[in-house]
C-alpha cells in the first residue's frame, strides 16, 4: 500500500507542479508583454504628441501664410476714397510761368502830398515831391540764376517814367580760396547798412537824408569788382570783410566827370548772437575817391553802423523790434579848404502784428559841399502787409531845413513783387 | 603828440572789436548741421557720440522763416554734412549757404543730404500760382509730424554720413537699422511688428487697409488686440474730423486718420480774415467738430475766438523736438502730440 501511495501521491501532485510552473511562467509573460505594451503606448503617446504639434505648427504656419497673404493682399489693394465734393479742378493752362525760373517783377508806386515844391538836391529824373499826383517811383525787373557750380548772376533793371537804369547786375564767383565771395559788375556797395537796400525794401519809403545828400537816391554804387571774405572765428559771432573798387561818380561826394572816377570802399562786420532772440550787429565803413574832374582832391566818407533785432523765435511772425543806427562823416578836400560834413539816422521798425508794422526814424545831415546846410527830419509809417509780396505803405515824414523851406509830407505807398525777388531785408 | 583823425578812430575801434569775440570751434569730430531739431535727434539716434549735430531753427520756430542770421552761416561754415527738407520749405536756407561759403555742403555736394527722397509728398499742387497763398510747389514739406517718414529720413541720413565717414559705416548702418525697429515699435507695438514686420504694417497702414487686416484671428484672438504703439493710443481720435491751423498736420493726420476738414488760414501763409473765420466757424458748428491742431508759433488770437464760439478745444502744438524743454527727440514728440489731443477728447 505504502508503495502504491507514493505513486498515487505523485500522480496528483506532479499535474498540479507543472501547472503551477507554467501559471507562474506565464504571469511573467504577462508582465514582459505588459511593460512592452506600455512602452509601445509611450511610443504611440509621443508619436501622436509630435503629430499633434507638428499639425499644430502647421496649422500655425497656415494661418500666418493666409495673414500675410491677406496683408500683402490688402497692402496692395488702396481703399477707394470717394472723391471729396469740394475738390476744385484746374485746367493749369494758364501756369505756364512756373517755366520761368528765377524771374521777378515788382511795382512801386506812391501818392504823395507835400507843403514843399522844392527839390534843391535831387535830379529832375529822380524822385521829387510834393505835387500832389500818383507816381510810379519805378517797375524793377529781376533776373537771378546760377550760371554753372561756381558762380551766379543777378541783374535788376529799374523802369521809371524817366527812363531805364540798371540797378545792379552782376557776376558773383562763390567760394574762392581765402573763404572769399567775388562780385563783378554794377552793384550798390556794402557801405553801412542800408545803402545796399533796394528801395522796396527800405524800412521806410525813402532813403535817408544823410545817404541821399551823400550819395544819392540811388546808393553808393559802380561798375567794379568787390571782394568779400568770411574771417576765422576770431571775433564776435561772425564777421565779415569786405574790400571793393567800383567806378563811377556818386553825386555830392565823388566825381563822375574825372579819367577813372574810381572809388575804394571797406567795410567791417562784427555780428553778435546776445540770446535766441536778440543779436546786434556793429560795421565799419570806408570810402575813398576823387571829387573833382581833374581827380586831384579826394573825398574819405567813413561810417560807423549799428543793428540791434529783436524777435522771438516762436513768435517771430507777430512780435519783432529792429533799430538800426548809422553814422557817416565826410572829409572832403578842395583847393581851398577841407570840408567836414556828418550825418546820422537811427530807425526803428516794429512789427505789431502778422500785418501791420510800424515803424520811425530821426534824421540829421549837414550837406557834404557846405557843412553850413543841414537838413533834420523825423518820419512816422505803418505798414500793412496783405500777404508776403504785397504791401501799403502810410507815412508822414517832416523835413527841417535852414537854407530851404520846412516840407510836411504825406506818403501813401503800395508795393508788390511776383517772382522770388520778396522784399526781404535780410 | 599827433592826434588820431576820424579814419584812424576807425580803424583802432575796428580792431577792438575783432578782439572781443569768441571762437566756437569744437574737437575733431564729424560736424553735422540740420536745418530742424528734427532731423538732428534722427541723426543722434544714427550715429550717436561719433558726430557732433546742430541745427539751424529752434523748435518752436516757425519752419518757413528763419531770418539768416550770420552765426547760422557760421555753423555751415564749419559742417561736413548739412540735413535739409529738400522741398521748398526751406527757402531761407540758399542765402545761409552762400554766405557760409562751404562748398563740402552745396547742393549737390558730398555733404548735402535732402531728407524727403522717398517720402509720398502729400498735396503736390494742381496749380502753382500764389492765388493759392504762399504755396510750396513741390507739395506739403512738413514730413517729419509722420513717424513713417522718419525711417525715410534715417535712410537718406545714414546714406550721407556714410559718405562723408565711411569708416564708421557699418556703426552707422546697425544704429539706422536699430532705430527703424525702434520707430516701428513705437508705431504698432512690439507684438504685431514681431508677428508681421514694419514695413508690413505700414504698406497696410498706408493702403488704408491696417484696420480690415486686424479684423483677422490669430491662435484664436483678434489681430487688433495685439495692436500696441501711438496708433493704438490714437484709436479715440482715429477718424475724427478737425480743423487746423496750417497745412502742418496733414502727414500726422494721414497716420492717425483724422480728416483735415478745414484751416484758420485763408490760404497757406496768408493770415485769416474776419470774414475767414466766420466761414469757419459756421463749418465747426455745422460739422460738430471738436478739436483744432495749432503749431504753437502761430498766433492765438484767432483759434481763440473760434473756439469761444464754438467750443473747439484748440490744442496748442510745439511742431519741431526741443519745441518744449522736455520734447528731447522725436518719440517724446510724438508722444506728447498724441497725448494733448486724447487729453482734449477726454475733457
Redesign the interface.
Given at each position: 500500500m505504502r508503495p502504491l501511495y507514493r505513486y498515487y501521491m505523485m500522480i496528483f501532485l506532479m499535474p498540479c507542479l507543472v501547472l503551477g510552473q507554467s501559471q507562474q511562467m506565464a504571469t511573467e509573460d504577462f508582465r514582459q508583454l505588459l511593460k512592452e505594451q506600455n512602452l509601445r503606448v509611450d511610443e504611440l503617446e509621443k508619436i501622436i504628441q509630435e503629430l499633434k504639434a507638428k499639425i499644430e505648427k502647421t496649422e500655425k504656419e497656415d494661418a500666418m501664410r493666409k495673414l500675410l497673404e491677406e496683408a500683402q493682399r490688402l497692402a496692395s489693394q488702396k481703399k477707394e476714397e470717394k472723391a471729396a465734393m469740394d475738390r476744385k479742378f484746374h485746367s493749369g493752362l494758364r501756369q505756364q510761368s512756373a517755366l520761368n525760373p528765377n524771374i521777378s517783377l515788382g511795382g512801386d508806386y506812391y501818392f504823395a502830398y507835400g507843403t514843399s515844391k522844392s527839390d534843391y538836391n535831387r535830379l529832375p529824373s529822380e524822385v521829387s515831391w510834393g505835387t500832389g499826383r500818383m507816381f510810379l517811383r519805378e517797375m524793377e525787373f529781376g533776373l537771378q540764376s546760377a550760371l554753372d557750380p561756381f558762380s551766379r548772376g543777378k541783374v535788376f533793371i529799374s523802369f521809371s517814367r524817366e527812363g531805364v537804369m540798371l540797378e545792379e547786375g552782376y557776376i558773383e564767383l562763390l567760394n574762392l580760396p581765402l573763404k572769399m565771395n567775388v562780385k563783378l559788375g554794377e552793384y550798390k556797395a556794402q557801405f553801412g547798412n542800408l545803402n545796399r537796400y533796394h528801395d522796396h525794401a527800405l524800412p521806410q519809403f525813402e532813403r535817408p537824408l544823410v545817404l541821399t545828400n551823400f550819395f544819392g537816391t540811388t546808393s553808393l554804387k559802380g561798375f567794379g569788382i568787390a571782394a568779400n571774405f568770411l574771417l576765422p572765428s576770431i571775433t564776435a559771432s561772425e564777421n565779415e570783410f569786405d574790400l571793393e573798387v567800383i567806378t563811377g561818380g556818386v553825386r555830392h561826394s565823388f566825381t563822375d566827370q574825372g579819367k577813372h572816377n574810381l572809388i575804394f570802399v571797406t567795410h567791417l562786420k562784427n555780428y553778435y548772437d546776445l540770446n535766441r532772440s536778440t543779436y546786434f550787429e556793429i560795421g565799419f565803413s570806408g570810402a575813398m575817391g576823387k571829387n573833382d574832374p581833374t581827380e586831384t582832391y579826394r573825398t574819405i566818407v567813413g561810417g560807423a553802423d549799428l543793428t540791434l533785432k529783436w524777435a522771438p523765435p516762436d513768435r517771430a511772425k507777430y512780435r519783432g523790434i529792429e533799430w538800426r543806427t548809422e553814422f557817416l562823416y565826410s572829409n572832403r578836400k578842395q583847393q581851398d579848404q577841407t570840408i567836414s560834413a556828418w550825418g546820422f539816422l537811427s530807425s526803428v521798425q516794429c512789427r505789431l502784428n502778422a500785418r501791420w508794422l510800424m515803424s520811425g526814424r530821426m534824421d540829421y545831415s549837414q550837406l557834404p559841399w557846405d557843412k553850413g546846410l543841414e537838413e533834420k527830419g523825423v518820419a512816422l509809417c505803418f505798414d500793412y502787409w496783405q500777404s508776403e509780396f504785397v504791401f501799403f505803405r502810410f507815412q508822414y515824414t517832416y523835413i527841417n531845413r535852414n537854407f530851404d523851406e520846412n516840407d510836411s509830407r504825406f506818403i501813401f505807398q503800395t508795393n508788390w513783387a511776383m517772382g522770388p525777388h520778396k522784399h526781404e531785408a535780410y | 603828440m599827433k592826434r588820431m583823425?576820424?579814419?584812424q578812430w576807425?580803424i583802432l575801434?575796428?580792431c577792438v572789436?575783432?578782439?572781443?569775440?569768441?571762437?566756437?570751434?569744437s574737437a575733431d569730430k564729424i560736424k553735422v548741421v540740420t536745418t530742424f531739431s528734427d532731423f538732428a535727434s534722427i541723426t543722434k539716434e544714427i550715429a550717436g557720440d561719433l558726430v557732433e549735430v546742430e541745427y539751424l531753427?529752434?523748435g518752436?520756430?516757425?519752419p518757413h522763416?528763419v531770418?539768416?542770421?550770420?552765426?547760422l552761416?557760421?555753423k555751415l561754415?564749419k559742417a561736413d554734412l548739412l540735413v535739409a527738407t529738400g522741398c521748398d520749405l526751406e527757402m531761407w536756407l540758399p542765402?545761409l549757404m552762400?554766405?557760409?561759403?562751404?562748398?563740402k555742403i552745396?547742393d549737390?555736394a558730398v555733404g548735402f543730404v535732402t531728407a524727403s527722397p522717398g517720402i509720398e509728398i502729400l498735396e503736390k499742387p494742381?496749380?502753382?500760382?500764389?492765388s493759392e497763398?504762399?504755396i510750396h510747389?513741390i507739395g506739403n514739406p512738413h514730413i517729419q509730424t509722420s513717424a513713417m517718414n522718419w525711417k525715410k529720413v534715417s535712410e537718406n541720413i545714414l546714406i550721407g554720413l556714410k559718405k562723408v565717414d565711411p569708416q564708421n559705416a557699418t556703426i552707422y548702418e546697425a544704429n539706422q537699422k536699430a532705430f527703424v525697429d525702434k520707430v516701428d515699435r513705437a508705431m504698432f507695438g512690439d507684438a504685431l511688428v514681431d508677428?508681421?514686420g514694419g514695413d508690413?504694417l505700414e504698406?497696410?497702414l498706408y493702403?488704408?487697409?491696417l484696420f480690415?487686416?486686424l479684423e483677422?484671428e490669430?491662435?484664436g484672438e483678434k489681430?487688433l488686440n495685439k495692436l500696441g504703439g501711438w496708433v493704438k493710443k490714437a484709436l479715440p481720435f482715429r477718424g475724427k474730423e478737425i480743423i487746423a491751423y496750417h497745412k502742418n498736420w496733414s502727414y500726422f493726420a494721414k497716420d492717425f486718420g483724422l480728416k483735415i476738414v478745414g484751416f484758420i488760414e485763408v490760404k497757406p501763409?496768408?493770415?485769416p480774415t474776419p470774414k475767414h473765420v466766420e466761414e469757419m466757424i459756421q463749418l465747426i458748428k455745422d460739422r460738430n467738430i471738436k478739436i483744432m491742431l495749432v503749431a504753437?508759433?502761430?498766433?492765438r488770437r484767432a483759434p481763440t475766438t473760434v473756439a469761444q464760439k464754438t467750443g473747439i478745444k484748440a490744442i496748442y502744438l510745439p511742431i519741431s523736438v526741443g519745441g518744449l524743454p522736455e520734447l528731447a527727440d522725436n518719440f517724446k514728440l510724438m508722444d506728447y502730440w498724441i497725448a494733448r489731443i486724447n487729453e482734449a477728447l477726454e475733457e
Open positions: - | 583823425n576820424v579814419f576807425l575801434i575796428s572789436t575783432l578782439l572781443i569775440g569768441r571762437s566756437s570751434y531753427s529752434y518752436d520756430q516757425d522763416f531770418p539768416p542770421k550770420p552765426s552761416a557760421l561754415k542765402t552762400d554766405k557760409a561759403r562751404n562748398p552745396m549737390g494742381e496749380t502753382i500760382s500764389r497763398g504762399d510747389v508677428l508681421f508690413q504698406s497696410l493702403a488704408g487697409t480690415d487686416f483677422n490669430y491662435q489681430l501763409g496768408i493770415p504753437s508759433y502761430f498766433e
